[in-house]
């Protein structure tokens, strides 16, 4: 499956902002789809996934404020980002894994929040 990120930006603190992931074909028989991120100096960070049967999990630090959806119609899925702070600057990644376990990758959307 490809995968097309869209939606990265520069946004003040506080702010929102919203990524998509377009993936080339349906995205309900995947096992997983969802978010990861990479910061600079830092290692990369699975901020938010949706896994089969439609369980969304997020990293701790993201979970009030980051909320992943999915609209099988579109096989797109959204990470509405609020309360962005700064230490969310990283480039964010689209990630899907199928049901063979074979895991596929967007390009990287930058995000920057400035203070």
């Known amino acids: 499956v490809q995968l097309q990120a869209s939606g990265g930006g520069l946004v003040q603190a506080g702010g929102s902002l919203r990524l998509s992931c377009a993936a080339s074909r349906s995205i309900t028989a995947l096992s997983a789809i969802g978010w990861y991120r990479r910061a600079p100096g830092k290692q990369r960070e699975l901020v938010a996934t949706?896994?089969?049967?439609?369980?969304?999990e997020y990293v701790d630090h993201v979970k009030d404020r980051f909320t992943i959806s999915a609209d099988n119609a579109k096989n797109t899925v959204y990470l509405q980002m609020d309360s962005l702070k700064p230490e969310d600057t990283a480039v964010y990644y689209c990630y899907a894994r199928t049901g063979y376990g074979v895991t596929n990758w967007g390009q990287g959307t930058q995000v920057t929040v400035s203070s």
């Open positions: 949706i896994r089969s049967g439609g369980i969304a």
